[in-house]
């Protein structure tokens, strides 16, 4: 598995490092007066969540939403379906959307505007990693561990082929190993 990454581009140290900080800025936040709910968005962002969560100093609750965007390999079209929905009512509750990757912005957009009919308090967006230099529609995020490059990555939750989910830092992968199922 190691064999296939081409070089570490954020380290376990420097995840947990920012992890720290981004729950610090949440922390700053919210309070157990209004327990949030934090929706983690399957599967890429579980490592995310499980770190962020754990550095959370306030009350909160966990949900899980899957979202499928249609089209194949390494890009994602603007066509999304969902896979699992929330189990809970978040109507009149705070939300935070929990992503591991803002790419071109379209499933953070369908979420937005899909939450926004289940009339949420609030619902703000922490992602762990963010390319802008992707993105086709704008959109807004409110907390984000790393700016990145356009470069296909993996590890702490971020698959290749739904595979490499478990690599503990953030990797690049080979070209040769996406080309060659291209
Ligand atoms: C990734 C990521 C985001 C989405 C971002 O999910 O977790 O949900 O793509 O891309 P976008 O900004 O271009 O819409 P993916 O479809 O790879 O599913 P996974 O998390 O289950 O691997």
């Not at 962020?52 to 890009?75: K, Q």
């Not at 937005?112 to 529609?137: D, I």
């Not at 995020?141 to 296909?152: A, D, H, M, T, W």
């Not at 698959?159 to 190993?177: F, H, S, T």
Request: charged share 25%; hydrophobic share 40%.
């Amino acid at each position: 598995m190691f064999d296939d990454i081409e070089r570490v581009l954020i380290t376990e140290d420097q995840l947990q490092a920012r992890i720290v900080e981004v729950a610090g800025e949440m922390n700053a936040v919210y309070s157990d007066d209004e327990p949030p709910i934090l929706v983690c968005i399957l599967k890429g962002a579980f490592m995310f969540l499980a770190d962020l969560s754990r550095n959370l100093t306030f009350r909160h609750e966990v949900d899980f939403m899957e979202i499928s965007s249609y089209g194949s390999g390494t890009t994602s079209s603007g066509a999304v379906r969902i896979l699992l929905d929330l189990a809970t009512d978040i109507e009149g509750r705070h939300v935070v959307i929990v992503e591991d990757i803002v790419d071109t912005g379209h499933t953070l957009t369908y979420i937005l505007r899909n939450f926004s009919s289940r009339n949420p308090a609030s619902v703000r967006v922490a992602t762990l990693l963010n390319k802008p230099s992707r993105r086709e529609v704008d959109v807004p995020v409110n907390y984000v561990g790393f700016e990145i490059p356009n470069e296909f990555v993996l590890g702490y939750g971020l698959d290749y082929a739904q595979q490499y989910r478990n690599v503990p830092y953030i990797g690049v992968l080979k070209p040769e190993i996406y080309e060659q199922k291209l």
